[in-house]
């Protein structure tokens, strides 16, 4: 016997290495079409491109999660020459192929409305939620960023996505006996994946160096197509790299601050090097969340370097032409790094960016000349960005105020903070029955123009006992989906035949059905529902009207809030008389989400208000005939309408965060017990909820056409992208001309600023005050001293005034000049309308004046009298 022929286990682990191949399967030739629609991932968003694959083999489909590219892999060689030859298939295929190809070459929003505008945007994102294949995702922000592409995909926005590809991508999430969260990463097979890498125009994989402090790293480009949008992630999982250099696209979100620095530096810096390596020239760079601030930094130093720009007219250049989205409502979900670690992985930026220490760090501190304070990648986003926003209405307001810091001379609204509500890609999260609903009683025009409201409105065309079953089925499958989860996890445990057979019994395809699912921070109170068990089995466990509930969400591995809160609700659901009741489904993904806003009735979104950003998993349920029962935050505050589904409470906000759960729980027990369980129970005579199905229409004609990710990429085009782009395209012509210009008249404004005064104001109101509707003139005398009229824009600030006289929510006006008195004060002056009855107040401020709105917001350069 030759004993070389066997290996022990202990043995094995001398092997270090292998020679590697690849074995790919034959595709006959009439099957060829699959490997294209399989690697461009417009596929998951089209119903009859997914059926295509799910018929190739169900068994695989479900055991490779959806990944095409592996079912390809995985299908014997006797079942793709049978499908070769299968002419319904082969039907099918064609029908798909097609699709794609005028998908592709379709004209689009973008190209009708902006065709001629020469424009590219590069969206700057540190996670991607694609499909479930691909967990380069974590939650909310890259379920955002990936419907983002598919939706500038959809419009024909020209626009590209940068990432990180992370080896291990995001954990899975499995419950241990005691419920306590376990986490399990799995590598990620880029070969299975429909990802392709980047090369010269010589054939050799294209590859780039960035420095770190402990030595060069190596970095590889791959490329996903995401319709007609390249998705390009950077890796530094190469054999060239150190072994801790490879872990830096190990993990999303992993690792200590160190690894976080490294991985923004990687994501930012190494990803405008990408972008040049591949000559690919953005006019505008999207930085979504501040992970990725620093490639403003990599800007102004190439621009320094490549055209001899001093600092100054470089900032400028990359100011105009970056936008900034902020998603967090609290300063802690911001990254602040220590000086000493900036001191470590940046400090030859100083240098080459000409700056102290201190002045660079200043870059990153809303005060300056805190020296201790940490360096603030959203801060450094905002200052070096032209437009900032939120991602709701009220998100803006908070995101105002909370970084008012920057703007100490504002009032609260005028600070530039914008915002965009977020919307979700409804292709990607409607169920298939529901859209053929669509096609049958809408027209195809409500995939091709989703913002018409008259096509939403033909919504009561459909007969409601259709959309009525059509939902149903939906909530069916959600249950058979969720029994079969949970037996998979009690297997996992450990249980016995007859534990098993139980889950059968658990959940009723006919009983309202209720879902919570999202992240487990504990500002989403998951546990709220809970804070009076008896009078919630009173609720659960009427046998005239069950209610159930499905619960659902990750915890991040440091979050042991998050998880205490998870066991807390797996314990609290082990009572007999909740068992079959509520449930917990492990491992929340893009798939779980897909099944539960399809199939849930009501969707429950309890925060503590104002901490919900925008909240996009409530969107993603009208368009399948699901109703939103939320705290007013986010995007709830914009579409409720008292109609459209339930609100809990009115916004009010409270000091006391006990007494605030309290009253939120109490008010979330009395709609579900004397409104939503009543509405839904109350049936005709052909057994239909009619007042419920109204609700249900409501809330789709309300909610589709407006919170989707169509109008949202459109409103950043139209709002930002193009006007950035535009300016972008100014300011370097003429060997950076404009931007040279324009940084002369800041240093100008600068150097000349504090010189300037209000110094009388006047005006004719009458001492008794005036009424209503009459005007007023205001008039006021103004030292400019070296600066000119047109440098400068005088305004009244008009508005009503608080117990402490002051303006709240005002207005400016723009005042007259009107000349110049022998002294040389100008005089300006503003006719005012009386137009709010109350207690009213103004006050004379003076601004830069300037084209671009950027410009006119200063620090330090707003003068008050």
């Not at 992630?233 to 601050?257: K, M, Q």
Request: hydrophobic letters at 35%; one cysteine or more.
């Amino acid at each position: 016997m030759n004993e070389h022929f066997f290996i022990t286990g202990e043995e094995k682990h001398k092997v270090r290495s292998a020679r590697a191949f690849h074995v790919s399967p034959y595709l006959p030739e009439p099957l060829q079409a699959l490997t294209k629609i399989a690697r461009n991932l417009w596929w998951c968003w089209n119903t009859e491109a997914v059926e295509l694959f799910y018929r190739i083999d169900r068994e695989i489909w479900d055991e490779v999660n959806h990944n095409p590219i592996m079912v390809l892999g995985k299908t014997s060689q006797q079942r793709l020459d049978f499908l070769a030859q299968d002419d319904s298939f082969l039907s099918h295929l064609k029908r798909v192929e097609k699709s794609l190809e005028n998908y592709l070459e379709a004209k689009t929003w973008y190209s009708h409305n902006h065709g001629k505008k020469h424009a590219k945007v590069a969206y700057f994102s540190a996670e991607f939620g694609l499909h479930e294949s691909l967990p380069i995702y974590s939650g909310g922000l890259g379920i955002l960023a990936g419907d983002h592409l598919k939706s500038a995909s959809d419009i024909g926005l020209p626009l590209i996505g940068v990432g990180l590809l992370y080896r291990h991508g995001y954990f899975n999430q499995y419950l241990n006996a005691d419920g306590w969260q376990q986490e399990q990463y799995t590598d990620l097979h880029f070969n299975q994946l429909p990802l392709e890498q980047v090369c010269d125009k010589n054939g050799s994989i294209l590859k780039f160096q960035l420095s770190y402090p402990d030595g060069q790293v190596t970095v590889q480009i791959w490329k996903l197509q995401v319709g007609r949008v390249p998705l390009y992630l950077l890796d530094t999982d190469v054999p060239e790299n150190a072994a801790h250099h490879r872990e830096l696209t190990g993990y999303l979100y992993g690792g200590d601050l160190t690894m976080r620095i490294q991985q923004e530096i990687l994501l930012g810096i190494g990803g405008i090097k990408a972008l040049n390596l591949m000559e690919i020239e953005p006019t505008v760079f999207h930085m979504n969340e501040g992970h990725s601030a620093f490639l403003a930094l990599e800007r102004v130093r190439l621009l320094m370097k490549n055209q001899g720009l001093p600092f100054g007219v470089a900032q400028k250049v990359v100011r105009c032409s970056s936008v900034f989205t902020t998603h967090t409502p609290v300063p802690a979900g911001n990254d602040v790094f220590p000086p000493q670690l900036m001191d470590a992985f940046l400090s030859d930026y100083y240098a080459a960016l000409g700056l102290t220490r201190e002045n660079f760090l200043s870059l990153g501190r809303q005060n300056p000349s805190d020296y201790s304070e940490g360096f603030c990648m959203t801060v450094l986003a905002m200052k070096l960005s032209a437009f900032s926003n939120g991602v709701s209405r009220l998100h803006g307001a908070v995101s105002r105020k909370m970084w008012k810091n920057l703007y100490p001379e504002l009032p609260l609204n005028e600070i530039p903070i914008d915002y965009i509500t977020n919307g979700v890609h409804t292709a990607s999260w409607i169920a298939n029955e529901m859209a053929q609903l669509y096609e049958r009683y809408l027209g195809p025009r409500w995939r091709e123009e989703p913002l018409n409201h008259e096509i939403w409105e033909r919504i009561q065309n459909i007969p409601i006992d259709e959309l009525w079953r059509t939902h149903e089925r939906r909530r069916e499958r959600l249950v058979h989906f969720a029994r079969s989860r949970i037996k998979t996890m009690m297997r996992r445990h450990g249980s016995t035949t007859i534990e098993l057979e139980k889950t059968d019994e658990m959940l009723d395809p006919e009983a309202l059905t209720i879902g919570f699912a999202r992240r487990f921070a504990t500002y989403k109170r998951g546990a709220m529902l809970f804070s009076d068990i008896e009078r919630l089995k009173k609720i659960l466990c009427n046998k005239e009207r069950p209610v159930q509930f499905i619960f659902a969400g990750k915890a991040h591995p440091k979050d042991t809030g998050g998880k205490e809160l998870i066991k807390q609700i797996v314990h609290l659901i082990r009572d007999p008389e909740l068992a079959n009741r509520i449930i917990f489904i492990e491992n929340y993904d893009i798939n779980v989400a897909r099944y539960l806003v399809q199939g849930v009735d009501v969707w429950l979104n309890n925060p503590r208000r104002p901490l919900e950003a925008s909240g996009t998993s409530g969107m993603k349920v009208p368009v399948n005939g699901g109703i939103n029962c939320s705290i007013p935050d986010g995007w709830w505050c914009e579409s409720y309408d008292g109609e459209n589904g339930w609100s809990i409470g009115n916004g009010e906000e409270y000091e006391d965060e006990a007494y605030q759960d309290e009253i939120e729980s109490k008010s979330l027990y009395d709609l579900l017990e004397k409104d939503i369980i009543p509405t839904f129970y109350d049936r005709s005579r052909d057994r239909l909820p009619r007042n419920w199905i109204q609700t249900m229409r409501r809330s789709m004609m309300t909610v589709c056409p407006i919170f989707n990710t169509y109008r949202m990429v459109a409103e950043y085009a139209e709002k930002f992208y193009l006007p950035s782009s535009e300016v972008y395209q100014k300011v370097t012509k003429g060997n950076f001309k404009g931007a040279q210009e324009l940084y002369q008249f800041y240093l100008k404004l600068a150097k000349n600023w504090r010189a300037i005064s209000v110094v009388d104001v006047s005006d004719n109101l009458p001492a008794e005050g005036t009424e209503v509707g009459q005007d007023f003139t205001v008039t006021a005398r103004v030292q400019l001293g070296k600066l000119d009229i047109s440098d400068v824009t005088v305004e009244v600030y008009q508005g009503y005034l608080d117990s402490r006289n002051r303006i709240i929510n005002g207005h400016p006006i723009t005042m007259k000049f009107e000349g110049t008195e022998s002294n040389g004060l100008s005089i300006f002056t503003a006719s005012i309308s009386s137009g709010v009855i109350g207690h009213n107040g103004y006050a004379v401020r003076i601004l830069p004046q300037h084209d671009l709105k950027f410009m006119r917001y200063q620090p330090g350069m707003i003068t008050w009298e």
